[in-house]
Each structure stands twice: as C-alpha cells, then as structure tokens.
C-alpha cells in the first residue's frame, strides 16, 4: 500500500473495497471489527447485512438491513482500533497515547523504537503520527504475540509503517544497526531500567524517550538508570475525567448531583411587574452535566527524558 493511501486510510478518507478491514457500529458503545467479503453477510439484531452492498461506499457511510435496520461503516482508525482489538495485553488508551506522542515530539517522518508490542494499541497511533515517511519498529519477546499484532497491522492497512520483531530488549537490548538512528524510544516493561542503556545507544543526540509503568517502584528505578545519559527526566499521571451532558428538568438547588448551565436563582418564584407570581425558569428544561460513573482511573506512569547533548 502507497504511504498516500496509507494517510488516506488513516483519516477516514477513501471507499471500502473487498478485503477490508471496518469497524461496525451498531450503537453506543457496540462495535466490532468486520473483514469485508463480496460474498458473506453481517447479521445482528437490527437485520442481515450483505458486504456487497458496502462496497464501494466511503468510509462513514450509513447502511440499511433487510429489515430497515441500519448501521455504520468507519474507517478502522487508532483510536477505534483501540476499542475493538483483542487484548492480548493490558493496552494504552487514548488518553495516554495522546499525551505521549506529544511529549515525545514524534512527527511524520521520525523513526521510533518501542518495546513491546502487546496487543498493538500504541504501535497503530504511532503508525498515523509517522506516516506517510516514517517508519516504526516494534519488538516484542513473546513469538505468538508479534504474528498475530502483523497481522492486525497487515488488516488496519499500517504495515508498510511498521516493523515487527521478536527479540527480548531487556536481556539484549535493541539491534546495533538501528544506533543513533531513532528520533524516539518508548518502553513497556517490567524492568525499562535494562533497557535504558540500549535505548540511549539508539537515540539521536536530543532524542526522546519515554517509559511506561504501572508502579511507581517502576518508575523509581527506570530514573535513577536516567540520571547518567539524560536530562529534563518528568514523569505523569494522565487522569481522564468524562462528564454526560443531556437535557432535563433539575432543581437548581441540588447541589453536586448535577451541575446546570444556567446560573441558580435566588429566589423559587418572583412577581413580575404586574405583581402576579411567574415560575422561576429554573423549572423549564436545561442542560444537565455531571461526571460520568464509569470513569477509567489509575492506567500507569509515563516517565520522559531526553538524551544529554555531547559538549
């Protein structure tokens, strides 16, 4: 695949043909990944569904059932691809993802390293913030676990970006011919603190890298083995916090429950200048925002540095 068609891919953009990967969504928070076949059909609750009626049309596009019931057909973007891919590993999140590849200054064109791959998550954000002429090489220990993340890569349409290999970067450290080479480094491992030497090794002067734990005795560790090579050594918490908005009627004197955007009266009732009662507006529909209950908490720790220049 082009790095054009790549790019395009990536950004919602071009029409769906046979073999293709899409996301069906079916309501909130219920999708699933669907190889398109001119011959198979999808069928749910809302009707059957022919793959050949999807061909052809672009990416967003809503379609019908034989019962009148419809879904969308979205392009398998990152963060989509996020939602609906298989865990073989606990995985990054957008909020996370987000955060480091801005912290990690990757732009299309870097070359990036990343130990381990996992369930693939990261690697395919990577992918569209590298395209269309970088490249990403991920490793990852576990034989298994990298076939089946090429094949997710070859099925989202990234591969052209991206490497995969099995090789263990905390006992060997990651290949010489990449030394020097690599714009940015991102760890998840048990023990990052093997592996900083190595990732130093590969970095440009000024490069970045970033580490990812779950533990601050992690993190801990991973930067004292920072100290000797590199500077401006930050770690976060990313903490994401949703909030539901919809329309309703509330007392505005409820308190934390739910927050209106409309400022509180003083008063329940006021006269109007005829002096006849007139119900506070309080009453009438308004829109009402509160957390959401379900919020995602505590992920792990990313902890950034940047390789000291050579005087």
Known sequence: MLCSDVTKKLSFGGS??????????????????????????????????????????????????????????????????????????????????????????IVPGSLVLESGTGSGSLTTSLARAVAPTGHV??????????????????????????????????????????????????????QPWLAVPSAG???????????????IEQVQRTCEALKSNFRDIRTFEVLLRTFEVHEGKIDSCQ?????????????????????????DSSSSPTIKVRPCADARGHTGYLTFSRLQCLS
């Open 137 to 190: 090489y991920t490793f990852d220990f576990h034989q298994q676990r990298a076939a089946s993340a090429r094949e997710d890569f070859q099925s989202t349409g990234v591969d052209s970006l991206v490497t995969v290999g099995v090789r263990d970067i905390q006992g060997e450290g990651f290949p010489d011919e990449y030394s020097g080479l690599a714009d940015s480094v991102f760890l998840d491992l048990p």
């Open 201 to 215: 090794k590969m970095l440009k002067q000024d490069g970045t890298l970033c580490s990812f734990s779950p533990c």
């Open 255 to 279: 308190g934390d429950e739910g927050l209106s955007v409309r400022s509180p009266p003083c008063k329940r009732r006021h006269r109007s200048s005829e002096g006849s009662a007139v119900q």
């Open 16 to 105: 769906i043909k046979d073999g293709d990967l899409v996301i069906v969504y079916e309501k909130r928070d219920v999708m699933k990944a669907v190889k398109v076949s001119e011959t198979s059909v999808l069928q749910n609750r809302f009707g059957v569904f022919k793959h050949s009626d999807w061909i052809g049309k672009p990416f967003g596009s809503k379609v019908l059932s034989n019962k009148g019931g419809f879904v969308y057909l979205l392009a398998p973007t990152p963060e989509l691809w996020t939602l609906v891919l298989s865990h073989r590993t606990q995985i990054l999140y957008i909020a996370d993802i987000s955060f480091l590849i801005t912290y990690l200054e």
